[in-house]
Nanobody, 125 residues
């Protein structure tokens, strides 16, 4: 099982980035996929989660209306489109896969069975 994040980088406030999480070794149909982030000195928080077998999604209040999660099961890839980025979005972003997890539970409790290595997102003011 492998999850590999990409797409992070340095962007100015108000800019956009799209993160990708490429997965292998398991069927996406049975896994809820989530994006999480951790800033220095802060706890890891759920950003957005998407069900592998339905259209259910969950977003943290801080990113609603700015971030959009989507998945391509054929490509085994989940995306996080991040618009109107703010300096407080700066963090290491991780993707995770949770077997048949409810999207709210997974995002709220970071219930990932498998995790990627993370990608740095830095938003300058």
């Amino acid at each position: 099982v492998q999850l590999v994040e990409s797409g992070g980088g340095l962007v100015q406030a108000g800019g956009s980035l799209r993160l990708s999480c490429a997965m292998s070794g398991f069927s996406l149909d049975y896994y809820t996929i989530g994006w999480f982030r951790q800033a220095p000195g802060k706890e890891r928080e759920g950003v957005s989660c998407i069900s592998g077998h339905s259209d259910s999604t969950n977003y943290a209040d801080s990113v609603k209306g700015r971030f959009t999660i989507s998945r391509d099961n054929a490509k085994k890839t989940v995306y996080l489109q991040m618009n109107s980025l703010k300096p407080e979005d700066t963090a290491v972003y991780y993707c995770a896969a949770g077997f048949m997890r409810d999207v709210q539970d997974m995002c709220g409790q970071a219930l990932g069975d498998y995790w990627g290595q993370g990608t740095q997102v830095t938003v300058s003011s």
